[in-house]
């Protein structure tokens, strides 16, 4: 298991050649949205961790300063201030202005993401968050994937891509720290993000809405690739699935399992909307929503029993015989 995650891993850095970017590294953004929290964040450290030593060193100056000496009579006490009009209008006014100041400034970093309008040669794309993964739509390309989003790199710092979001179940939380905040997907409303990620590359995240059992292996991956790359995959993506004559034997059994239910391959049967939309599986590079790596082991055993791989997620074992499971497999590695 763990050396096919290796060679898994290996295969993948050989045929990808994009870079791929630490999970949650927030003080490392690479998109607007994550610059301006990071600034925001920094200066609020830096205005709490003056607080901190100031009112620390008072402390620590207080404590050796009046410390017990020889000689001291222990029933004396300091003098006593009572009712200082100065001390006490300075101690409320200052931080009265010190948090006005926190919340102007995260008020106004929130507005500008917020209300950042999307030119038109914006990328949408409709997230989808489910127990336990995702929807990626890109209605504009009449696209439909799971789990990855793909997106330009932003060229001339405009929002590239706009996301729009929304939960078909519990709330969902959409999060990629290195290129924006969270923004939570709630049932029965829509909520908005964006990003423009700086460099080419990878970058990782995951659900941050405690969401049910696998809210942990909920991942998000965004691939973020120059425009024409991207331009590419949105353009095989939008084909249909490819019936390729040697497996229609193979085919022919995947359509007349339940997998049809629940699953769509365009240009099949298969019309399902409660799992990934299957038809371009083998572009992706991981399945079960970042669980493990796309790999011919992987995906058998995945049909097999995704249970073993991913307890408690919403597909069953579909307890197909040895002879189905390496037919389906077949059907579904050839799904490019
Ligand atoms: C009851 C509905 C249901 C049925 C029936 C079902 N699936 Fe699934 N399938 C799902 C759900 C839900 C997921 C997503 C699980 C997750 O990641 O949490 C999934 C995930 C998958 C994935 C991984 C896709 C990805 O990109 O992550 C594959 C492959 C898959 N199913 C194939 C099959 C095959 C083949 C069959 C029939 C033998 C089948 N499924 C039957 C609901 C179903
Ligand atoms: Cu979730």
């Not at 763990?2 to 891993?9: E, K, M, P, T, Y």
């Not at 519990?170 to 993000?193: E, M």
């Not at 249909?240 to 040697?246: C, E, T, Y």
């Amino acid at each position: 298991m763990f050396i096919n995650a290796v060679i898994a891993l290996l295969l993948q850095a050989q045929t990808s050649n994009l870079p791929e970017h630490p999970v949650a590294n927030t003080f490392k953004p690479l998109a607007s949205p994550g610059q301006q929290e990071k600034d925001i964040a920094i200066l609020t450290l830096a205005i709490t961790g003056a607080i901190f030593v100031v009112v620390g060193g008072l402390i620590v100056y207080g404590i050796w300063r009046y410390r017990r000496r020889p000689g001291d009579v222990s029933t004396q006490e300091p003098a006593q201030v009572y009712g200082s009009n100065q001390i006490e209008a300075a101690w409320t006014v200052i931080p009265i202005l010190i948090v006005f100041v926190l919340i102007g400034v995260t008020a106004r970093v929130i507005g500008s993401i917020e209300n950042a309008s999307p030119p038109p040669s914006t990328v949408k794309v409709r997230l989808i968050g489910h127990q336990w993964w995702w929807t990626v739509e890109y209605p504009q390309f009449g696209v439909t994937s799971a789990n990855e989003i793909h997106v330009p790199v932003a060229t001339n710092g405009s929002p590239a891509t706009y996301l729009q979001l929304e939960s078909v179940d519990v709330i969902h939380s959409f999060w990629i720290p290195q290129l924006a905040g969270k923004t939570d997907l709630i049932p029965n409303r829509t909520n908005y993000a964006w990003i423009d990620p700086k460099e080419p590359g990878i970058y990782l995240g995951n659900c941050a809405e405690y969401c049910g059992t696998q809210h942990a292996n909920m991942l998000l991956r965004v691939i973020a690739e120059p425009p024409a790359d991207f331009n590419r995959w949105a353009d095989e993506q939008k084909r249909a699935a490819n019936p390729d004559p040697a497996l229609a034997r193979a085919r022919e059994i995947f359509e007349s399992l339940a997998c049809v239910n629940c699953h769509t391959i365009k240009g099949t049967g298969a019309v399902g909307k409660f799992g990934p939309d299957l038809t371009h599986l083998m572009s992706r590079q991981t399945i079960g929503s970042g669980v493990t790596t796309l790999t011919h082991e992987h995906l058998r055993e995945w049909v097999d029993d995704p249970q073993t791989i991913k307890p408690g997620c919403l597909m069953p074992s579909m307890q197909l015989t040895n002879e189905q499971l390496d037919q389906v497999v077949a059907y579904l590695e050839s799904l490019h």
